[in-house]
């Protein structure tokens, strides 16, 4: 419901930004929850894609708010993703251009908590953080060692020690932010809390009163299910295959763990069902026993096999989802019922994508299209509804907080705030093209380095390291990315537009290795 409040707080929010348009001071500027999964896709959000799961309380952000139909990640990988966020800037330029090999985060680097503490804001963090560096910029952090544990998950605390909470962690996150808001802040500051759930994350594990979810569905195969990668050498090369037990193994990621059957992965899933208690492992081996003694007996193979462990992926998946809709429920009925709704910021967004078996994959990290979009819905007291349509990136969201709160947005920030698009507007020089940059190769998944450009209808990217490839797609006419145009003359002026736009955004961005790599690669 709109009122009269909120159509002023806008306006006042908007004086708080410099716009001019009132004369008086803001009452109290906006709080912001910022809420983050991790690995959630845009398929499986209902607002987006209605195919798979429904997704109630997501939804609801957007039906009262704004939903971002073209939000993508500068780096399809969540300590990058995160990087970006927190600083507003391009991997290059915050330095965590990947989870495994770079540096931990500069933790002294200028952030967006760090400036909105400066503005007088209460700032917190709850949950995954997975920057090698601990929280710096929080009056208040609980959060999670490394990629964090589903079940009776450890949590570091500001004290330095590590405790370990019973229960799901989706719940806990949840659990831990409604204790802050209701019984830890300071309630005479605006506050922004940044809640961070680990699900959907590898290896999907649902609670154990979700398990029986989904379990009569058979999901119908992405058309890309069995692509042939014919012209992508390095959509060939991965290895997050749902079809090869390789990359996604029956024991660890499917859970189809049973006397005898010793995997790659099998010693992981037995340190993760290992941190279960006695009675969550026994509701977790009534379920899972019976489908893995079925499975081995059955033993599946070709495509037949690839079938049935898409199927028993996504229902996974999907089960880990409803805990987290749920509880984002659970926050939302907080706010409604505290008050906070009224002059808080909500924002819903994953640190990037994922493939739901598009090309046969699990994962994410390419440019291409599944995985660099991240759902963003976003809603504003006093601001608009409806769908945004304007190209926006996660380095975008620490200038938009920080307009916001009425602070100053540094130079050095290389996103721009999406305040006028919630308030309705579109500024006429709004970027018409984003940067996109993956560095984390040789690693885990074997998706090469590669950086592009993304237009509203158009891409180009070029993988580079032990492999030279560039690729043109034509999102229009090819939504799938199957047809590499690079090299066909008849689109040679639109690839040389391309890399023209390229090196444009390479230097406006200052991504000095890019700019190197086109030097050698001749597209200078
Ligand atoms: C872990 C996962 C990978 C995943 C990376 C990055 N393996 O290493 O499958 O790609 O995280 O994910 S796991 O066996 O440990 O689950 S990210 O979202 O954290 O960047
Ligand atoms: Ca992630």
């Known amino acids: 419901m709109r009122t009269d409040r909120f159509l002023l ?11 001019g348009r009132s004369e008086k001071a803001p009452e109290r500027p906006m709080n912001i929850l910022y809420i983050m999964t991790d690995d959630h896709t845009a398929q499986t959000m209902s ?12 939804d609801r952000i957007a039906a009262e708010g704004v939903r971002f139909t073209n939000s993508f990640v500068a780096n399809s990988l969540s300590g990058p993703s995160r990087a970006c966020m927190l600083t507003g800037k391009h991997s290059h330029k915050n330095g965590y251009t990947d989870n495994t090999s770079c540096a931990p985060f500069d933790a002294a680097q200028t952030t967006f908590p760090k400036l909105l503490q400066r503005a007088g804001y209460e700032t917190a963090v709850v949950g995954k953080w997975h920057l090698g560096s601990l929280p710096t910029g929080f009056d208040h952090w609980e959060v999670v060692p490394g990629q964090g544990d589903y079940y009776n998950p450890d949590f570091i605390r500001p004290t330095g020690d590590t405790v370990r909470c019973e229960g799901y962690l989706t719940d806990i996150v949840t659990d831990k932010s409604i204790a802050w808001l209701r019984e830890r802040r300071d309630p005479a500051k605006p506050f922004c809390l940044l809640v961070h759930h680990k699900a959907q ?3 999907w594990m649902a609670d154990t009163c979700h398990l029986a979810l989904y379990e009569d569905r058979d999901f119908p195969l992405p058309e890309t299910f069995f692509d042939d990668y014919a012209g992508r050498p390095a959509a060939a090369a991965q290895e997050m295959s749902i079809a090869s037990d390789h990359d996604m193994d029956p024991v660890y990621d499917l859970k189809m763990w049973y006397p005898g059957v010793e995997s790659r992965l099998s010693r992981s899933y037995e340190g993760m069902i290992g941190r279960m208690n006695p009675e969550q492992r026994a509701a977790w081996d009534r379920f899972y026993g019976p489908l893995a003694e079925e499975f081995y007996r059955t033993n599946p193979q ?6 049935w462990k898409f199927n028993r992926y996504m229902r996974d998946y999907l089960k880990t989802l409803r805990s987290l809709d749920d509880n984002v429920g659970r926050l939302l009925d907080y706010l409604d019922a505290s008050g906070l709704a009224e002059n808080t910021l909500v ?29 963003l819905v ?34 050095a920030m290389q996103g721009a705030s999406l305040l006028p698009l919630l308030r309705g507007e579109r500024p006429a ?29 158009w891409k180009l990217i070029r993988f580079y390291d032990d492999i ?10 090819d939504p799938h990315e199957l047809r590499n145009l690079y090299g066909r003359p008849e689109y040679a002026a639109r690839q040389r537009e391309l890399e023209e736009e390229l090196v444009r955004l390479q230097r406006l961005y200052d991504d000095r290795t890019g700019l190197a790599m086109n030097r050698l690669g001749g597209a200078e």
């Not at 190209?391 to 969201?397: A, G």
């Open 302 to 307: 070709g495509r037949e096999r690839a079938q």
């Open 378 to 411: 976003v809603r504003m007291p006093g601001g608009v509804r409806g769908d945004i349509d304007a190209l926006v990136q996660n380095i975008d969201y620490a200038p938009t907080f920080l307009e916001l709160a009425g602070a100053e947005v540094p130079d």
């Open 9 to 19: 707080l806008g306006g006042l929010a908007a004086a708080a930004a410099g716009c």
């Open 429 to 457: 020089d709004w970027r018409r093209s984003l940067y996109y940059h993956f560095y984390e190769y040789p690693a885990e998944h074997m998706v090469k380095r590669h950086y592009g450009v993304r237009t509203d209808r």
């Open 468 to 477: 030279d490839h560039w690729e043109l797609y034509d999102l229009q006419e």
């Open 201 to 203: 994350h590898r290896i």
């Open 347 to 375: 924002v819903y967004t994953s640190d990037q994508g994922f493939y739901m078996g598009e090309h046969g994959w699990f994962d994410k990290r390419f440019m291409y299209e599944e995985s660099m979009r991240t759902p």
């Open 47 to 58: 607002c987006y894609d209605g195919r798979y799961a429904s997704t109630p309380h997501l």
